[in-house]
């Protein structure tokens, strides 16, 4: 079965530049999610989008911006990079259809690394 | 708040033993989901089970097994004759069943390492 798809795997970049993480969900998926997970930590909750419109926010800064494009799929985008910022950042996706109704599929998550 | 906690850091057991991962939940929410995900070392997130607040039955999945205690707040994860292959970080999650795309709040996780 088709997984959720995060792209790149892997980043590593320097202070003070940006990047962007994206996340292609499973197929008639609707909703994502992005979540941080630093070193040694649980996964906190970034930001959501459903149907394409921002559902829900958590602790992210305002350097980070996000948004879901028209095929669902969604871009992380991160500016002005912090060496805090180094984490592992995973997007999920759910569905509100079918019998595992808003159960969230990780993706394999992006290592940032900021140097 | 939401909050989830999983009072056990670390487990280590010798493969073969039963292990049992303790999660407790507060939530002020009547209606609710409760999950489990499994962390390998390859860092990917991996679903186990998602139960529903006012589904109470326990559930056996081959050697997994989950009894959820609404009573006790409790949401407890068995793994039956470990191998080495369930070492592995293990996190109880809970999240809100009425809003559409409702955020996961996880437990710090408890690390489990099965000795061969």
């Known amino acids: 079965a088709a997984g959720v798809i995060q792209s790149p795997r892997h980043l590593i970049k320097e202070k003070r530049e940006t990047a962007t993480l994206k996340c292609y969900p499973i197929?008639?998926?609707?909703?994502v999610y992005w979540y941080q997970q630093g070193p040694g930590q649980d996964p906190q909750f970034l930001i959501s989008f459903y149907e394409k419109m921002q559902s829900d926010k958590g602790s992210i800064p305002d350097r980070f911006s996000a948004q879901q494009f028209s095929d669902y799929h969604s871009e992380l985008n991160m500016s002005s990079l912090e060496l805090g910022d180094s984490a592992l950042y995973f997007c999920?996706?759910?569905?509100?259809?079918?019998?595992?109704?808003?159960?969230?599929?990780f993706g394999p998550g992006t290592r940032l690394t900021v140097l | 708040a939401q909050k989830v906690t999983q009072a056990q850091t670390e487990i280590s057991v010798v493969e073969k033993e039963d292990v049992t991962l303790d999660c407790v939940y507060e939530?002020?929410?009547?209606?609710?989901?409760l999950f489990w995900y499994k962390q390998p070392p390859s860092g990917e997130l991996v679903f186990l089970i998602r139960r529903n607040s006012f589904d109470e039955q326990n559930e056996i999945s081959g050697r997994y097994s989950w009894n959820f205690q609404k009573s006790t707040s409790s949401f407890n994860f068995t793994i039956t004759a470990s191998q080495v292959v369930d070492s592995a970080v293990y996190f109880c999650?809970?999240?809100?069943?009425?809003?559409?795309?409702?955020?996961?709040?996880f437990g710090s996780g408890t690390r489990l390492s099965i000795r061969p």
């Open positions: 999920a996706s759910s569905s509100p259809q079918g019998a595992r109704t808003d159960t969230q599929y």
């Open positions: 197929p008639r998926h609707d909703t």
């Open positions: 999650a809970l999240s809100e069943v009425y809003s559409s795309a409702s955020k996961i709040i």
């Open positions: 939530t002020r929410d009547t209606t609710y989901y």
